[in-house]
Structure formats: C-alpha cells, structure tokens
C-alpha cells in the first residue's frame, strides 16, 4: 500500500493550494481517505476525510476554507485549500487505515 501526497510549497496567506494523495494497493473506491497535518512542535491533527460515498467532514479550524474531494478513476483523493493562514502551516498528511502518505509540507507566509 502506498499512499503518495504532493502538492505542498509556499504560498501567501490569503491565496489557495490543491494537495493531492495518490493511492495503490487498496480498493480505492470503497476506502475512506483521511487528512491529517503537523505544525513544527504540535501534535498531529486531523483535517477532514472524504468516505467511498463522497461524504466528507473537516475539523472546524478549517470548514469552509478546505475541500476534500475524489477522482475515483485516477485513484486520487484532492484537498483543496482556500484562504490560508500562517497557522494552516504544517506537514500534511493522507491516511487510510493503519496507512499513511510521507507528507508534503505546506508553509504559509504572513
């Protein structure tokens, strides 16, 4: 199982970033995917999931500014980022399970 996230870089706070998780050795269109993010120093959090039937749900620190979506066919799970802040700064993360993605950072500049 490999779960492959990438996407990350530097942006603005204000502007938008579209991570992705690429996903192999699992029934991808009945998996729920997770995401996850670290800030230096901080426990991992979690930041929403987006379940087999595209139901999703977020932590509260980002509804409304995030977006988790699916393209089943290319086996990619999307997070789509709006109105960043310097606090939305952290290694993100995909999970399924007991499975997880090596990270992709994000940094978010003030």
């Known amino acids: 199982v490999q779960l492959q996230a990438s996407g990350g870089g530097l942006v603005q706070a204000g502007t938008s970033l579209k991570l992705s998780c690429a996903a192999s050795?699992?029934?991808?269109?009945?998996?729920?995917i997770d995401w996850y993010r670290q800030a230096p120093g901080k426990r991992r959090e979690w930041v929403g999931f987006i379940r087999s039937d595209r139901h999703t749900d977020y932590a509260d620190s980002v509804k409304g500014r995030f977006t988790i979506s699916r393209d089943n066919a290319k086996k990619t799970v999307y997070l789509q980022m709006s109105s960043l802040k310097p606090d939305d700064t952290a290694v993100y993360y995909c999970?399924?399970?007991?499975?997880w993605g090596q990270g992709t950072q994000v940094t978010v500049s003030s």
């Open positions: 050795g699992i029934s991808f269109s009945t998996s729920n």
């Open positions: 999970n399924h399970m007991q499975y």
